[in-house]
């Protein structure tokens, strides 16, 4: 018996530490979690260092990982990936970058680097797009939304370098810092005065749109400020199916991860209704799953909700947000001639409001596994399973042996 698909979940920061909230346990083993479990006893289990011990990844370097594509030698930059998922085509002579829709209050510090989570921010986009003229500088830009508080920009232009820093702080209560280069190269000195002069009249048409206008009439903080990060050109990425014989799709409201996918050749299947936070239809999100492993040999679902519940640091939150989603995988236990495959990308530890280098749990169930002896999906019960601790790439070759894809390595 040997399965022909594979269903590659991703549970997107899943993973954590002792959280004081929850009695010392994680959100995760505090979480009532019968689907995962039985998947976990009929599964093989292990921890997984999504790049390498000690190392706290990216979504952005962990995903490369987990699809079989080493960041250290893919990885440029999240800005141009970001891009991609929010539908800008990147092209020779591009420049991405993620972008926040932040706070900042009248002495100019930030305060919410996420501006109170907001979501639709479509109106704010278009705004900037007719408002901003970066022509003097001999630059064009896009600029389009993507889930909740997050965008992305990309630059066009001659002569735009990509090693610029960012103007992001990463913590609240400071001033955004200024754009500089990285370098003395000329094409990095005009990216980052095309940001800054970007990042100062996109400021301006902010101040005084009326979707802000109304989030500050309700007691909201407004989206004042772009945030903006993780600037890269356009890596070059070998097929996947290429790669492995696989056709595949993505499905992900977090632009990131479709941008991801899109790169690699699989295909974005939109969700209606998916928000990639703790909101999300979760139903249609399986169901699509569902349907388009029919289609295709290759299915990667990432699910956010608890990632940001993690970067918010609320375990409880978080916790019954672990609960949701197992109820809505309940539908993937009955999936004939199919391996799936559950992990965390990252830790997003409450405690720390950020990723960590923790392992995460990983479980592998289809026909023809060698089941261990662990039924319980959670960071310490993996630990004793057969996988044992193994790295983000050796998750794809451990599957294609799975499914009889991989080739002999000798004669
Ligand atoms: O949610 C995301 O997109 C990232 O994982 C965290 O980014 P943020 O801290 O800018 O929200
Ligand atoms: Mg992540």
């Given at each position: 018996?040997?399965?022909?698909?594979?269903?590659?979940?991703?549970?997107?920061?899943?993973?954590?530490?002792p959280c004081e909230a929850l009695d010392g346990l994680t959100p995760l083993a505090a979480a009532r979690t019968p689907v995962l479990d039985r998947i976990a006893g009929e599964g093989v289990c292990g921890i997984m260092d999504s790049i390498a011990p000690g190392i706290r990844p990216g979504s952005d370097t962990s995903h490369l990982a987990l699809l079989g594509y080493p960041p250290q030698e893919y990885?440029?930059?999240?800005?141009?990936?970001?891009?991609?998922?929010?539908?800008?085509?990147?092209?020779?002579?591009?420049?991405?970058?993620?972008?926040?829709?932040?706070?900042?209050?009248?002495?100019?510090?930030?305060?919410?680097?996420?501006?109170?989570?907001?979501?639709?921010?479509?109106?704010?986009?278009?705004?900037?797009?007719?408002?901003?003229?970066?022509?003097?500088?001999?630059?064009?830009?896009?600029?389009?939304?993507?889930?909740?508080?997050?965008?992305?920009?990309?630059?066009?232009?001659?002569?735009?370098?990509?090693?610029?820093?960012?103007?992001?702080?990463?913590?609240?209560?400071?001033?955004?810092?200024?754009?500089?280069?990285?370098?003395?190269?000329?094409?990095?000195?005009?990216?980052?005065?095309?940001?800054?002069?970007?990042?100062?009249?996109?400021?301006?048409?902010?101040?005084?749109?009326?979707?802000?206008?109304?989030?500050?009439?309700?007691?909201?903080?407004?989206?004042?400020?772009?945030?903006?990060?993780?600037?890269?050109?356009?890596?070059?990425?070998?097929?996947?199916?290429?790669?492995?014989?696989?056709?595949?799709?993505?499905?992900?409201?977090?632009?990131?991860?479709?941008?991801?996918?899109?790169?690699?050749?699989?295909?974005?299947?939109?969700?209606?209704?998916?928000?990639g936070s703790v909101d999300s239809d979760l139903d249609a999100k399986v169901k699509t799953a569902i349907r388009e492993l029919d289609k295709k040999e290759f299915v990667l679902m990432n699910i956010k909700g608890a990632d940001e519940a993690g970067h918010d640091g609320k375990g409880v939150q978080k916790r019954d947000f672990i609960e949701v989603i197992d109820a809505a995988l309940e539908p993937l236990?009955?999936?004939?001639?199919?391996?799936?495959?559950?992990?965390?990308?990252?830790?997003?530890?409450?405690?720390?409001?950020?990723?960590?280098?923790?392992?995460?749990?990983?479980?592998?169930?289809?026909?023809?596994?060698?089941?261990?002896?662990?039924?319980?999906?959670?960071?310490?019960?993996?630990?004793?399973?057969?996988?044992?601790?193994?790295?983000?790439?050796?998750?794809?070759?451990?599957?294609?042996?799975?499914?009889?894809?991989?080739?002999?390595?000798?004669?």
């Amino acid at each position: 018996m040997i399965a022909h698909r594979v269903l590659f979940l991703v549970l997107d920061g899943i993973s954590d530490r002792p959280c004081e909230a929850l009695d010392g346990l994680t959100p995760l083993a505090a979480a009532r979690t019968p689907v995962l479990d039985r998947i976990a006893g009929e599964g093989v289990c292990g921890i997984m260092d999504s790049i390498a011990p000690g190392i706290r990844p990216g979504s952005d370097t962990s995903h490369l990982a987990l699809l079989g594509y080493p960041p250290q030698e893919y990885y440029t930059g999240r800005g141009p990936l970001e891009a991609e998922g929010t539908g800008i085509h990147m092209t020779a002579g591009m420049i991405g970058f993620r972008c926040n829709f932040a706070t900042v209050d009248a002495d100019g510090l930030v305060t919410d680097r996420r501006a109170g989570r907001i979501s639709g921010t479509g109106p704010l986009s278009e705004a900037i797009r007719d408002g901003v003229d970066l022509s003097p500088l001999g630059v064009g830009f896009r600029l389009e939304s993507g889930a909740g508080h997050r965008a992305a920009l990309a630059l066009v232009g001659e002569g735009l370098g990509d090693k610029v820093s960012s103007n992001d702080p990463k913590k609240e209560g400071v001033r955004p810092l200024t754009i500089r280069p990285c370098t003395d190269d000329p094409a990095d000195r005009a990216t980052a005065d095309a940001c800054n002069e970007f990042i100062r009249q996109s400021a301006r048409v902010l101040f005084d749109h009326p979707m802000n206008v109304r989030r500050m009439e309700e007691g909201l903080p407004p989206a004042n400020l772009l945030l903006i990060r993780g600037a890269g050109k356009m890596g070059a990425f070998p097929q996947f199916s290429e790669r492995y014989g696989l056709s595949g799709s993505v499905i992900s409201a977090a632009t990131l991860i479709s941008g991801i996918g899109k790169v690699v050749g699989l295909e974005h299947i939109p969700v209606p209704g998916t928000t990639g936070s703790v909101d999300s239809d979760l139903d249609a999100k399986v169901k699509t799953a569902i349907r388009e492993l029919d289609k295709k040999e290759f299915v990667l679902m990432n699910i956010k909700g608890a990632d940001e519940a993690g970067h918010d640091g609320k375990g409880v939150q978080k916790r019954d947000f672990i609960e949701v989603i197992d109820a809505a995988l309940e539908p993937l236990l009955d999936l004939p001639d199919t391996l799936i495959v559950v992990c965390a990308d990252h830790s997003t530890p409450c405690s720390i409001k950020d990723h960590s280098a923790d392992p995460v749990p990983v479980v592998i169930r289809g026909p023809g596994v060698r089941t261990d002896r662990t039924a319980r999906f959670d960071e310490i019960s993996c630990a004793e399973g057969g996988l044992h601790r193994i790295r983000g790439c050796d998750l794809m070759p451990i599957a294609l042996d799975l499914i009889n894809k991989s080739h002999k390595y000798g004669a």
